[in-house]
């Protein structure tokens, strides 16, 4: 579990940098799959020792961007068709 591999510190960055970096999602059906994608890619950096806030909003907020950009990419793709 999450809580046995953090402390309390890095597990309080963790929950802000998903809260921040959700904030440029839109609000869809989709928005709770795309908070797990962010999620895991912040862990990952988490898992990496980089536990500061600002690493791991970075981490977020990246994740957020590629997940946005590929959203993009087929809604364009599909208006093409």
Known sequence: MITDAFNRRTIANMEVALDRACLVLPTDSEKHRARRIIA??????A????????????????????????????RKKEAAD
């Open 40 to 45: 895991g890619k912040i862990i990952e950096c």
């Open 47 to 74: 898992n990496r020792g980089e536990t500061s806030l600002s690493r791991l909003t970075e981490a977020g907020y990246a994740a957020a961007m590629q997940l946005g950009a590929s959203a993009q990419s087929v």
